[in-house]
Nanobody, 123 residues
Framework: QVQLVESGGGLVQAGGSLRLSCAAS????????MGWFRQAPRKEREFVAN????????DYRDSVKGRFTISRDNAKNTVYLQMNNLKPEDTAVYYC????????????????WGQGTQVTVSS
């Protein structure tokens, strides 16, 4: 089992940047594929990005391609989401998630979740 803790959220103006971090407990972090999801008020949780166990494969939702970058450091048990050129529509609670399967895009396919970190982008 893995426990996840997100950090790095905050309030930023449109066009600004934030880097989210997700620290994982345990010695088997490198076995997990990781994902970032987000949930805005009154909306369903949606896929943002994912990364396979060694960082060799990544995927993004179309609306963040070219602006967001997911990466991981297995030595530090941490996955990151660098978010550039933020837009008001990126405002949401951002969650990281882990799965022992290969990378997935559906929330139901990730059994382990962090508590979330709020990202607010002002116009």
């Amino acid at each position: 089992q893995v426990q996840l803790v997100e950090s790095g959220g905050g309030l930023v103006q449109a066009g600004g940047s934030l880097r989210l971090s997700c620290a994982a407990s345990g010695r088997t972090f490198s076995m997990y594929a990781m994902g970032w999801f987000r949930q805005a008020p009154r909306k369903e949780r949606e896929f943002v990005a994912n990364i396979n166990w060694n960082g060799g494969t990544t995927d993004y939702r179309d609306s963040v391609k070219g602006r967001f970058t997911i990466s991981r450091d297995n030595a530090k048990n941490t996955v990151y989401l660098q978010m550039n050129n933020l837009k008001p529509e990126d405002t949401a609670v951002y969650y990281c998630a882990a799965t022992l399967s290969s990378i997935r895009v559906l929330p139901d396919e990730y059994p382990y979740w962090g508590q979330g970190t709020q990202v607010t982008v002002s116009s």
